[in-house]
């Protein structure tokens, strides 16, 4: 068991149950970092610029985001665009995870500059698969900010 | 008829004018031979009766000399008539001589022969005297008189003059004969004339009754169809639904019907000689004065325009402009005015439910995203969560397993049941029933996005496609030994991955379909209409109830057979693309027979071009 380094994932997902078993699942892949979880956009947002209930609260670095689309207040497509247009946030990665799976919208997501979309599969031997797979992904990624921390595995 | 007439007017005219020449000729004859006797015969039968009395005179004064001398008689002395005589004599035989009317050599030579013999008794009358005046005795002058002067001259000059006043007698009454008889002639001619004039007149008359009477007739007539025609018109105007204003020229109404009047709210009176600006709102005005503007240049139009009532309110019509022309100069317009007011209604609520449709299109989109989205979230926990369970409930059998032995007997069965059957089997249930409305929501999803997938018309050679499908096919054909028929398909122009979709499902479904009872037997055909190709798909399956007939192109609805696997949304789709290639599509089916699906693509469709769909406009 590895100890959770550095890099914090930020994890946006309005469903208490899917914030679950996507930590679960992780979890079970050896990703230990720390996760903060909160259920909608604008709590998002708050998070990453030391607003609303956070203030004062700089917001940990390195940071990667798993970011649903279906979000109430502010939805997922809002956070993306929020955090690519200001440049305190533009270079973290974000990757979409979400149970969509509509091209349009996959391509709508890129073209805001999502780096990663993955679709929450229904069955959960595949919805499994695909996060233990997410945590291998996240492994072995580089996440940017200076100081180039891998995520410890 | 005419040409008859014509000739025998001719004719008469002709006869008429000949006559006339004639009886002129015969006119101007006779005034010749008047102006014969008025210059020439009458003058010289005169001048000869002189000659013969100054002839007289001078023998008697002669004689009366020999006698009684040179005695005084009424003034004068008888020597001085004498001389008097002599010279009338001369005179008037110079005059007789001179004059031009002499008839012929003869003639002359007896005017001469006159001349002479009076210049004889004019000398021997002084002779006479003479001798008287020397003192010669009155029976040698009487001797003298008698042998020379009587027998010689006087008597031979009388009888002379006898005789030519004798012939100008007889000219006279020759002339006097012709003349009679010239006017006989011309009395006649006249009567004649006469008689053809009323003959022609009489004609004339009855030609120009018959006309009158036809003309009369005509025009009376021509008068009742004008009259008839008017009061129809009128009648139609008045009467007409339409609103019909005259303008003039100058845009004042000459004309408003009692629709147009009503249509605004004034009456006929109030309006006509009133300017059209008075029933147009100033926000309207420009769209008339262009109008009028083609109204000049002889253009007619139709325009939509809203009317000023005397109330002060509004009315949408539609106007029907033509120009009106007086002696080929632009006189005014003729507007035929529409009420539309309840078309504007009805079109405002069509746009009302276009925008409904629209709206409600929209929502379907949107449905079709939380259908994707929203529905899965909670299956994703239900599938997640009774995984979690599932993998729990090993840990706690491998626990339990350790423990079981010191259970009593019931309790272990219990336990053993509840984990190794009950637990497991209602999560199969609830894993089961989740994997069925995923794939719910997805054929739901798939239809969606049917509906809104961007067609593209190309030319699709329906042989071909039909025959890709098949191949798909062949195992199962093959399998159930199915006998295939295809009869000629024609080229059609539209979506080709939606006909590869509709062929597909419908062979599919042909073959799903099919007794097992009977060999199988499928039939695809298509006729070309005008406007739309038609094709058939028929089969010899099970067929479908009647009752069920309804549900056959609804969503998630299977009919008959509960043994064929399937979302039952096949059709559905079918049914979508059949509509959005402009086509209908229906199934006549007997249980136990079989079963034709039709549908129709429309021949209207353009090559390279392509429909978005439908809300999206």
Redesign the interface.
């Given at each position: 068991m590895s100890k959770a380094y550095e890099v914090t994932i930020l994890l946006v997902e309005d469903d208490p149950g899917h914030a679950r078993l996507i930590v679960k699942n992780l979890r079970r892949s050896n990703i230990m970092n720390d996760i903060v979880k909160v259920s909608d956009g604008q709590q998002a947002l708050d998070y990453l610029f030391s607003k609303g209930k956070y203030a004062g609260d700089n917001p940990p670095n390195p940071l990667l985001v798993l970011l649903d689309l279906n979000l109430p207040v502010l939805d997922g497509y809002q956070v993306l665009q929020s955090m690519k247009s200001d440049e305190r946030t533009s270079s973290i990665p974000v990757i979409i995870l979400t149970t969509t799976d509509d091209t349009r919208e996959v391509s709508r997501c890129y073209e805001l500059g999502c780096n990663i979309y993955i679709t929450k599969p229904v069955d959960y031997k595949q919805f499994s698969e695909a996060i233990r797979k997410l945590g291998l992904f996240l492994s072995i990624v580089m996440i940017p900010e200076g100081r180039r921390r891998y995520v410890q595995v | 008829m005419r040409l008859k007439v014509k000739l025998g007017f001719l004719t008469i005219i002709l006869l008429l004018w000949t006559i006339c020449v004639v009886t002129l000729l015969n006119t101007i004859s006779v005034r010749e031979v008047f102006i014969d006797l008025e210059g020439n015969v009458i003058p010289e039968t005169i001048a000869i009766s002189e000659i013969q009395h100054t002839a007289c005179e001078i023998r008697m004064w002669t004689l009366t000399y020999i006698i009684r001398g040179n005695v005084v008689r009424d003034g004068k002395t008888i020597k001085e008539w004498l001389q008097e005589q002599w010279a009338y004599l001369e005179k008037d035989v110079r005059k007789h001589f001179e004059c031009d009317c002499h008839f012929g050599s003869e003639e002359k030579r007896v005017d001469e022969k006159v001349v002479d013999l009076s210049q004889e008794l004019i000398s021997i009358s002084a002779e006479i005297i003479d001798l008287k005046d020397k003192g010669s005795e009155n029976y040698e002058l009487f001797e003298i008189v008698r042998k020379r002067f009587g027998s010689h001259i006087f008597y031979p000059l009388r009888r002379l003059l006898d005789e030519h006043t004798a012939a100008h007698l007889e000219k006279l009454s020759v002339a006097g004969i012709n003349i009679h008889s010239r006017c006989n002639t011309n009395i006649r001619y006249i009567i004649i004339m006469g008689i053809l004039s009323t003959l022609l007149a009489l004609l004339m008359g009855l030609i120009v009754d018959r006309f009158f009477v036809k003309y009369l007739t005509l025009h009376r007539e021509t008068e009742e169809e004008i009259r008839k025609l008017k009061v129809f018109n009128e009648d139609i105007i008045q009467n007409m639904l339409e609103g019909v204003f005259v303008e003039d020229i100058n845009g004042n109404f000459t004309f408003v019907n009692p629709a147009a009047a009503a249509l605004l709210g004034y009456s006929s009176e109030e309006l006509v000689g009133q300017h059209w600006t008075l029933t147009v709102p100033s926000d309207q005005q420009p769209i008339v004065q262009s109008a009028n503007e083609l109204r000049r240049q002889g253009i007619s139009s139709r325009y939509e325009l809203q009317l000023l009532r005397k109330d002060g309110s509004r009315v949408p019509i539609l106007v029907s402009a033509t120009p009106r022309f007086e002696d080929g100069c632009f006189a005014g317009v003729l507007s035929v005015s529409t009420d539309i007011s309840e078309r504007k209604q009805v079109e405002k609520e069509l746009k009302h439910y276009a925008d409904e449709l629209m709206q409600s299109n929209k929502e379907i989109k949107q449905f079709a995203?939380i259908v994707?989205?929203?529905l899965?979230?909670?299956?994703?926990?239900l599938?997640?969560?009774?995984?979690?369970l599932r993998s729990s409930l090993e840990e706690i059998d491998s626990a339990i397993k350790e423990a079981l032995p010191h259970m009593d007997e019931k309790k272990q069965q219990v336990v053993t049941t509840a984990l190794r059957q009950d637990v497991p089997e209602a999560l199969d249930f609830i894993e089961s029933s989740?994997?069925r409305m995923?794939n719910f929501i997805n054929a739901i999803?798939k239809l969606s996005r049917f509906g809104h997938r961007q067609l593209t018309f190309e030319t699709v050679e329906m042989d071909t496609l039909v025959q890709t499908v098949l191949k798909s096919l062949a195992h199962q054909i093959e399998e159930y030994k199915i006998k295939v028929t295809v009869s000629a398909l024609p080229e059609i122009v539209a979506d080709r991955i939606s006909m590869e979709q509709i062929m597909g499902n419908l062979l599919d479904n042909a073959v799903l379909y099919l007794d097992p009872n009977r060999p199988g037997k499928i039939e695809v055909s298509a006729v070309c209409t005008n406007n739309e190709t038609i094709f058939k798909i028929s089969d010899n399956g099970h067929g479908i109830r009647k009752a069920d007939m309804n549900k056959v192109f609804a969503p998630f609805r299977r009919a008959g057979q509960e043994d064929v696997i399937g979302e039952g949304m096949g059709l559905a789709y079918v049914k979508t693309l059949v509509h959005r290639h402009e086509g209908r599509i229906w199934c006549e089916s007997e249980y136990g027979v079989g079963t034709t699906f039709t549908f129709t693509i429309s021949n209207l469709l353009k090559k390279g071009g392509s429909l978005c769909p439908r809300h999206m406009k």
């Open positions: - | 995203y994707s989205h929203d899965r979230t909670p299956l994703v926990n599938k997640g969560f009774s995984g979690e989740v994997t995923d999803l």
